[in-house]
Nanobody
Framework: QVQLVESGGGLVQAGGSLRLSCAAS????????MAWYRQAPGNQRELVAS???????YYADSVKGRFTISRDNAKNTVYLQMNSLKPEDTAIYYC????????????WGQGTQVTVSS
C-alpha cells in the first residue's frame, strides 16, 4: 500500500504562483504515471497534468503555458509549478499515482486546497 503526502497549497492573489509537491512512500516498479487532478465545488474531478515513468507528459488545455509538472524519481516525488494563477484555478488538488496496464495499483493523496483570490 502506497501513501501519498501532498503539500504546498495555500491562498494567493491572481497572477501569483504556487508549487505543489507529492511524495510517495513506495515505488511502483512497472510502467506508471503520477498526476495532478483538481476538483472545484460542484464540479467533477478533472485531470490537470500527468507525467509517466517513460517521460510522457500531458496538460489540460486550461493550464497549458502556465503550469509545469515535473518528477524526481529518486525521491518518488511529483511537483506542480503553477504560475499566472487565476481564480478559476481554485480547487482541491489531488495527487494520483497508478500503474499503467494494471488496476491493482492506484493511489490518491489527501488533497490540498488552492485558493486564488481576485
Amino acid at each position: 500500500q502506497v501513501q501519498l503526502v501532498e503539500s504546498g497549497g495555500g491562498l494567493v492573489q491572481a497572477g501569483g504562483s504556487l508549487r505543489l509537491s507529492c511524495a510517495a512512500s513506495d515505488r511502483i516498479s512497472m510502467l506508471n504515471v503520477m498526476a495532478w487532478y483538481r476538483q472545484a465545488p460542484g464540479n467533477q474531478r478533472e485531470l490537470v497534468a500527468s507525467f509517466t515513468s517513460n517521460s510522457r507528459l500531458y496538460y489540460a488545455d486550461s493550464v497549458k503555458g502556465r503550469f509545469t509538472i515535473s518528477r524526481d524519481n529518486a525521491k518518488n516525488t511529483v511537483y506542480l509549478q503553477m504560475n499566472s494563477l487565476k481564480p478559476e484555478d481554485t480547487a482541491i488538488y489531488y495527487c494520483n499515482y497508478r500503474a499503467i496496464g494494471s488496476s491493482r495499483y492506484n493511489y490518491w493523496g489527501q488533497g490540498t486546497q488552492v485558493t486564488v483570490s481576485s
